[in-house]
């Protein structure tokens, strides 16, 4: 009467000249039993199983795995609205969002993210130098303006180049009022938005100018680095690797990061199979949000 024909348990109680919660409790019975089952069928592109299994590989909080079509795609634009999907879902107020300046994704998911009100965060704080080449700082400053917009929060800028010349000169912008005051920001992030690099730099961080030389990327290949996040390099086991530019780097400190409660990583295509792996392993990143090819290799080994 209850799972085939719809009765409500008090009308079903009625019938069967029985209490209310005897009814409830037969049904539950019927549960425990096996006599009636569950069955949950997932809408195609949704990939459940996948997500459940990443989480449980890499013990992560959460995962979002996207349909991808046809081999050799773009995966940005499926990611970035993964990415706005999430953000829409899981922004429910008072957040310090920080957010890594140089990521394509992220920039896309901003543009097809929701406004949200009333305010769900404080403030949107760059976690690395959004300073770079004229022609693309823009990406940068724009991606943190619009999310604090989306958002209600209040923008904090990084008004500094990702990696400067000279140890001696990151000191000297570090003791500046207004990047202090960022990097006293990055202790009160509640959520980080992260874009995961592998070696070879993405377009828009190479027209930056804020990304690494070829030698610099030789001797992180001879330490085992895969990839990084916030410029900060590691192995395939997640682990910093000590490269020759570490001290130069104006972005939140490895240890600095991993404190933060929510640390969502947004990468995919199989080019970065083994960052986003070390990323995961390390636990550079606790939410992971990526394509379903990337999703399915991460789980093969």
Known sequence: MYHERGVRQPEIAAQLNMSQPRV????????DRGVVRTVVVS?????????????ERFGLR?????????PGVDVVPALAAATASYLDATLTGGDTIGVSSWSATLLESVKVMRAKTPSVAQEVVQIVGGSGSPEVQLHATRLTSRLAELTGAQPVFAPSAALVGSRELHDLL??????AETMNAWSRLTLALLGIGSLDPSP???RSGNAISADDQRQLRKLGAVGDVCARYFDANGIPVDAPF??????????????VDRRVGVAGGMGKVAAIRGAARGGWINILITDVEVARDLLRD
């Not at 959460?62 to 046809?70: I, L, P, Q, T, W």
């Not at 570090?174 to 990047?179: L, N």
């Open 24 to 31: 409830s409790r037969l049904l539950k019975e019927a549960v």
């Open 62 to 70: 959460d995962a979002v795995v996207v349909e991808v079509e046809g």
């Open 204 to 206: 828009l961080l190479r």
């Open 174 to 179: 570090s003791r500046e009022p207004a990047m």
């Open 246 to 259: 570490n001290d130069r780097i104006i972005g939140i400190e490895p240890d600095r990061l991993r404190a």
């Open 43 to 55: 809408p195609e592109g949704v990939h459940a199983e996948l997500e459940d299994a990443l989480v």
